[in-house]
Structures are given as C-alpha cells and as structure tokens.
C-alpha cells in the first residue's frame, strides 16, 4: 500500500508534523494530511506507563479525524513520549519547559517511544508501539539556552529533534531511527500490511 496508479492517496495522516510527512513522502506513500481536532491531555494519562500512554494518545488522534469525516481511506495517528526512569514527557508547553525537559535528559540513556493508531473506513483499529533508546551527551546550561534560542525545540517530544542538528545532543541511537524522528517506518509497513490481508484495502 503505497502510491496508486492514479497518484489518489492511500491514507490520511492525522498529524501536523512536518517530520512525519516526511517520512511518508521519502517512503513514497501518497497520503493527505487531516489534522487532529483534539487537544492533547496533560494529567489523564499520567499515571499510565509511557507506552500505553502514547498508544492512547495515537488512537485519540486517528478517532478525531475519522469521527470528523468517516473516510474511505485508513487514517494513521501518532504520538510520541519520552521517558527516563518514571517520568515520562511529551511536547513542551513553553521555553521554560522545554528547558526543565532538556536539562532532565541531559546525560541520560532515555526511552524514545512512538505508536501508531490506524483505523479502517470500516472503523476497525490497530494500534502499536515501539521504542528506541536514545543516549543524550551531558549538555552545559549555555548550550541548552542556545538551543532554546533556537526555537527547534517546539511541537517535540522530549524538546528536542534528533534530525535537526546532526546529532550534536545525541551519542547513540539503539533501534528505529525514524521511530525516534515520530514515525517508526517499519512498524507502519507492518500494520498497513496487516490491513490489505484482512480487508484488501
């Protein structure tokens, strides 16, 4: 399931991130772009593991554009949590917070996860995750007020984008690399895949 012979997209994204189109277009998946009507919550699910969290979150995401429109096309949610230890964060609110995220992770061997929702025009769902490790360099006070000052930091899990500064705050990367970017590729191709053998799409 990727382009159709007539170019007609294969599935709606609802997403804004400019990384997770991306993604899709490199890979070569016609697609168009429903953003999501839902305001992500900051407490419901706090108590959650980060996991089940962002698996939440992705489904939540998906519903709200197949609720809003009931599509003839699958639509693909995403959300993506980082965790170290039992703290789990998501998209700062503000350049503070973006601050508090990086000087958290600053040093630290973290848990990059992302899951997606896909739900059929039949409003069947699947829904998974995956998680990659990510080892992030100790980083001076100045360096993360340059970085802030940056701006990059917005509309990002964890406060940071591994793609945008060659890998400058990060050491290494154990597992999907686009994952970490908000769209583990592999793990949609498997879904996808799923729902062509039980539907035909």
């Given amino acids: 399931m990727t382009v159709r012979p007539d170019n007609r997209p294969c599935l709606i994204l609802a997403s804004n991130s400019p990384r997770r189109r991306q993604l899709l277009e490199e890979a070569g998946y016609a697609f168009k772009v429903i953003p999501p009507t839902i305001t992500e919550p900051s407490d419901a699910l706090a108590k959650a593991p980060p996991a089940q969290q962002a698996e939440a979150l992705a489904y939540f995401k998906a519903r709200s554009v197949f609720d809003s429109v009931r599509p003839d096309l699958p639509v693909l949610g995403a959300d993506t949590?980082?965790?170290?230890?039992?703290?789990?964060?998501?998209?700062?609110?503000?350049?503070?917070?973006?601050?508090?995220?990086?000087?958290?992770?600053?040093?630290?061997?973290?848990?990059v996860i992302t899951a997606l929702?896909?739900?059929?025009?039949?409003?069947?769902?699947?829904?998974?995750?995956?998680?990659?490790?990510?080892?992030?360099?100790?980083?001076?006070?100045?360096?993360?007020?340059?970085?802030?000052?940056?701006?990059?930091?917005?509309?990002?899990?964890?406060?940071?984008?591994?793609?945008?500064?060659?890998?400058?705050?990060?050491?290494?990367?154990?597992?999907?690399?686009?994952?970490?970017?908000?769209?583990?590729?592999?793990?949609?191709?498997?879904?996808?895949?799923?729902?062509?053998?039980?539907?035909?799409?």
């Fill in 81 to 111: 949590v980082v965790a170290v230890g039992n703290t789990t964060v998501g998209k700062p609110v503000d350049a503070r917070h973006a601050r508090e995220i990086l000087t958290l992770l600053a040093g630290t061997r973290h848990q």
């Fill in 117 to 201: 929702a896909l739900i059929d025009p039949g409003g069947h769902r699947l829904i998974a995750s995956e998680a990659s490790w990510v080892r992030m360099r100790a980083m001076s006070p100045a360096e993360i007020d340059r970085y802030i000052a940056g701006g990059t930091w917005q509309g990002k899990a964890g406060a940071y984008g591994i793609q945008d500064h060659d890998d400058a705050f990060v050491e290494c990367v154990e597992g999907s690399f686009t994952n970490v970017m908000g769209l583990p590729m592999e793990l949609l191709k498997g879904l996808l895949a799923q729902l062509v053998l039980r539907h035909g799409l």
